[in-house]
């Protein structure tokens, strides 16, 4: 099948060209009875993969059976008003199967500790289990279309490829110890890397047992946000091997970091209540501008409708009972093996959300949804969404630098999902 890559230097890719895309894939990949998609959650509203969701599902669905499983990971099912606001109205509800990553996966492969030894400078010395839902591997799909979004990650360096099936569609192997390999080895080392030790793991997992066992073609965006803060298609990388993801990176690097030439004392991030109701995802803000802030500076961030810690019952547990208390408690328990059994990858983000005592981070939320005791609770810092909305307000700061009426400097990022924001020093 011939790849396709489409950018314009910054410029959108138009819907026809979207159109134009798909209808060459299918015409090379000729008759199909059986097709699966896999594309993100809600909480990559801004991937536009949505949109070739829908578009392979108006140009499939008359001739071929269409199933869609979005790559949830261990997030929450998507409802039915995300569905629609993602994938639109057209598509019906019997077309969405869901991912149930501690029941419906099985082991296709084992990635040994010495090659994770040797890809962590000998931090992690474990075996790694790859699990995957069976349906990749016994759904009988003439084509399975992985569909998703390049950007910087806080795990994986830059996100998708392989990492929509690994973790996207994975098992509590795979996802936690990738997760626990990328905290080890350190988060700020790894963040808009492309070939990230985390990466190396999931490139040996396609390597050795997917490519060549299922037809999987992906299909990866990368997108911008203009200057009147709505979010462009500026490029499309389609294809079978590793090509398409590299060439969409090396996009990604260059529309979605942006470089700072000194820190910041005061961050503010906002964290859309439609796209992140937890902690769980909503630590985005934290992992992307955490390199922005200055010693001893603040993280604040607006979050409206963080209602819960982690996005099942099992990780918001184990937030509330361990909290974001830094890496040597944390690394400490998850050695002793007394706390995290099973659960590493609830370690890995407990770490990978801390400050380390480097600068305060503080969750300005709805009272009704998340309270002052429980944000407190898990060691950040609280205040009124209502309250501090009143200075800092979202519609009204400018993406960047911002001069408050009192002479107040602080640095605003209005969607952290979308990129990372560095030093260039």
């Given at each position: 099948m011939e790849e396709i890559y489409i950018e314009h230097g910054g410029?959108?890719?138009?819907?026809?060209?979207?159109?134009?895309?798909?209808?060459?894939?299918?015409?090379?990949?000729?008759?199909?009875?059986?097709?699966?998609?896999?594309?993100?959650?809600?909480?990559?509203?801004?991937?536009?993969?949505?949109?070739?969701?829908?578009?392979?599902?108006?140009?499939?669905?008359?001739?071929?059976?269409?199933?869609?499983?979005?790559?949830?990971?261990?997030?929450?099912?998507?409802?039915?008003?995300?569905?629609?606001?993602?994938?639109?109205?057209?598509?019906?509800?019997?077309?969405?199967?869901?991912?149930?990553?501690?029941?419906?996966?099985?082991?296709?492969?084992?990635?040994?500790?010495?090659?994770?030894?040797?890809?962590?400078?000998?931090?992690?010395?474990?075996?790694?289990?790859?699990?995957?839902?069976?349906?990749?591997?016994?759904?009988?799909?003439?084509?399975?279309?992985?569909?998703?979004?390049?950007?910087?990650?806080?795990?994986?360096?830059?996100?998708?490829?392989?990492?929509?099936?690994?973790?996207?569609?994975?098992?509590?192997?795979?996802?936690?110890?990738?997760?626990?390999?990328?905290?080890?080895?350190?988060?700020?080392?790894?963040?808009?890397?492309?070939?990230?030790?985390?990466?190396?793991?999931?490139?040996?997992?396609?390597?050795?047992?997917?490519?060549?066992?299922?037809?999987?073609?992906?299909?990866?965006?990368?997108?911008?946000?203009?200057r009147d803060?709505?979010?462009?298609?500026?490029?499309?990388?389609?294809?079978?091997?590793?090509?398409?993801?590299?060439?969409?990176?090396?996009?990604?690097?260059?529309?979605?970091?942006?470089?700072?030439d000194r820190p910041a004392k005061k961050v503010v991030a906002y964290l859309d209540p439609g796209e992140l109701k937890t902690t769980w995802v909503g630590n985005k803000g934290i992992y992307r501008t955490r390199m922005i802030v200055a010693d001893g500076g603040e993280l604040l961030l607006l979050g409206p409708g963080i209602q819960a810690f982690g996005e099942n019952e099992e990780m918001d547990e184990m937030t509330r009972t361990i909290g974001y208390t830094g890496t040597p408690r944390i690394l400490g328990l998850y050695r002793q093996g007394k706390v995290f059994a099973g659960k590493i990858m609830s370690a890995a983000h407990l770490i990978q959300g801390s400050s380390e005592g480097r600068f305060t981070i503080t969750y300005a939320t709805d009272p009704v949804l998340m309270s002052e005791d429980e944000v407190r609770g898990v060691g950040y810092n609280w205040a009124d969404y209502h309250e501090v909305v009143k200075r800092y307000d979202p519609g009204k700061l400018k993406e960047g630098w911002n001069i408050m009426p009192d002479g107040e400097e602080i640095y605003f990022v209005g969607k952290p999902a979308l990129g990372l924001w560095k030093l260039k020093s």
């Amino acid at each position: 099948m011939e790849e396709i890559y489409i950018e314009h230097g910054g410029v959108p890719v138009s819907q026809e060209e979207m159109e134009h895309a798909v209808d060459a894939i299918l015409k090379d990949a000729g008759r199909l009875s059986r097709v699966l998609i896999v594309p993100p959650d809600y909480t990559r509203c801004y991937s536009y993969a949505g949109e070739f969701t829908k578009i392979l599902y108006r140009k499939l669905s008359g001739t071929a059976k269409v199933d869609i499983i979005p790559a949830l990971g261990t997030h929450m099912e998507m409802s039915k008003e995300e569905k629609e606001a993602f994938f639109g109205k057209e598509i019906p509800e019997s077309a969405f199967l869901v991912h149930h990553w501690q029941t419906d996966t099985i082991k296709i492969g084992t990635v040994p500790a010495s090659y994770n030894s040797e890809i962590s400078n000998g931090l992690f010395n474990e075996d790694i289990e790859v699990e995957v839902n069976h349906i990749l591997m016994d759904g009988g799909y003439d084509l399975i279309f992985s569909v998703g979004q390049v950007v910087p990650h806080e795990v994986v360096g830059m996100a998708n490829y392989s990492k929509n099936l690994f973790v996207g569609l994975g098992g509590r192997g795979m996802i936690n110890k990738s997760h626990m390999l990328s905290a080890i080895c350190g988060m700020e080392k790894c963040l808009g890397v492309m070939d990230s030790p985390v990466r190396k793991l999931y490139d040996y997992a396609q390597k050795n047992f997917i490519d060549g066992k299922i037809p999987l073609v992906y299909i990866q965006t990368v997108t911008k946000e203009n200057r009147d803060g709505h979010v462009e298609l500026c490029g499309v990388f389609i294809g079978s091997s590793r090509t398409p993801f590299e060439k969409a990176c090396a996009l990604s690097q260059k529309l979605n970091i942006t470089y700072l030439d000194r820190p910041a004392k005061k961050v503010v991030a906002y964290l859309d209540p439609g796209e992140l109701k937890t902690t769980w995802v909503g630590n985005k803000g934290i992992y992307r501008t955490r390199m922005i802030v200055a010693d001893g500076g603040e993280l604040l961030l607006l979050g409206p409708g963080i209602q819960a810690f982690g996005e099942n019952e099992e990780m918001d547990e184990m937030t509330r009972t361990i909290g974001y208390t830094g890496t040597p408690r944390i690394l400490g328990l998850y050695r002793q093996g007394k706390v995290f059994a099973g659960k590493i990858m609830s370690a890995a983000h407990l770490i990978q959300g801390s400050s380390e005592g480097r600068f305060t981070i503080t969750y300005a939320t709805d009272p009704v949804l998340m309270s002052e005791d429980e944000v407190r609770g898990v060691g950040y810092n609280w205040a009124d969404y209502h309250e501090v909305v009143k200075r800092y307000d979202p519609g009204k700061l400018k993406e960047g630098w911002n001069i408050m009426p009192d002479g107040e400097e602080i640095y605003f990022v209005g969607k952290p999902a979308l990129g990372l924001w560095k030093l260039k020093s």
